[in-house]
């Protein structure tokens, strides 16, 4: 399994922004997780913007690396997706997979994915950011264009950020231990 390595910042356009621009940070022998307390401009598919409140969700991106002639995109969204049910489900919340990369609970989205990649010369980085809808009240939850719920408003509890991206990292690895 890769060893983690994380970084973080305060605030920050968008986690996967920095990742794209930085992979010299992000060693070719590790998970990078790049996090941030606020993104400016986070997005999604079609360059939809990702509403959050400052330290109340998880914003992060994973960077990992392939061969070039083993990357099918489909797949790679759907890793983070399966860790992110994985997780969920080990706090008694029942989610599901919205292809290609949404993850829902009763119809509610919770988190999206947005996986990129940047070709090199004999690999592909692949840059997966992810939005976990943490400890977003229901009050700002209801301004969203879309129907959104958040792990505070499924268990009536505040979750720590830092243990939440703890362990859904470790249910990404074994995602990716599997898949690979």
Known sequence: MLPIKYI???SIDSTNNWAKLNLESCPEDCLTVITADYQTAGRGRYSKQ???QEKQNLLATYVFYLDKSTVDIVP???ILAKATVAY???LNINAQIKWPND???EQKKIAGILCETVQ???KTA???GIGLNVNM???ILSTIDQPATSLFSETDMTHSIDLVKEKLSKHFQIELNILF
Do not use: R
């Open 88 to 90: 969920l489900k080990t």
């Open 76 to 78: 790679l969204i759907q």
């Open 103 to 105: 993850v829902l609970v």
């Open 137 to 139: 009240p229901q009050d």
């Open 8 to 10: 973080h910042f305060e």
């Open 126 to 128: 692949i840059i997966e």
């Open 50 to 52: 990702w509403i959050s």
């Open 120 to 122: 090199m010369t004999n």
